[in-house]
């Protein structure tokens, strides 16, 4: 097909096209939404609004697992149903959306970061349980006297 018109490479669906790019720039708008929440999360007095917050968080990473697995599964489905010799160029880019789409299930699904009291603040330097204290020089404390 000789056109100077673009076409998507997923089955020539504009819609599968049009699904990745809105879907990957509204999770980044939300990304940015909450980053700026959270820089000013300890200028927040109201506990129900914090708690309101970590709520909507939490609502939002599941909703963004259920659109990148949506997602996943169209965007395979239209690449499964494409010609194959169709579209020379692009293929790559066509496979890397697919693959970005299943690693951001993951990074959605990954463990979120919480703020809890009782954890030391990164300021503050803590002796890690797992690490030997009996070696010399080990976290910056001297040793034993040398004999």
Avoid: Y
Wanted: hydrophobic fraction near 45%; charged fraction near 10%.
């Amino acid at each position: 097909v000789e056109s100077p018109q673009l076409h998507c490479i997923l089955n020539s669906n504009n819609m599968a096209c049009s699904f990745a790019v809105g879907a990957g720039f509204l999770a980044f708008l939300s990304c940015l939404a909450f980053l700026v929440l959270d820089t000013q999360e300890t200028l927040i007095a109201s506990t129900r609004f914090r708690t309101a917050f970590q709520l909507l968080d939490f609502v939002l990473a599941v909703l963004w697992i259920i659109v990148w697995f949506m997602g996943f599964c169209f965007l395979t489905n239209q690449w499964q149903h494409s010609p194959p010799k169709e579209f020379l160029l692009g293929s790559s880019s066509a496979q890397v959306a697919i693959t970005f789409t299943f690693f951001s299930i993951l990074a959605w699904a990954g463990p979120q970061p919480s703020p809890s009291p009782d954890l030391p603040s990164p300021s503050q330097p803590s002796v890690c349980p797992f690490l030997p204290t009996d070696i010399p020089g080990l976290l910056g404390f001297p040793g034993p006297p040398k004999r």
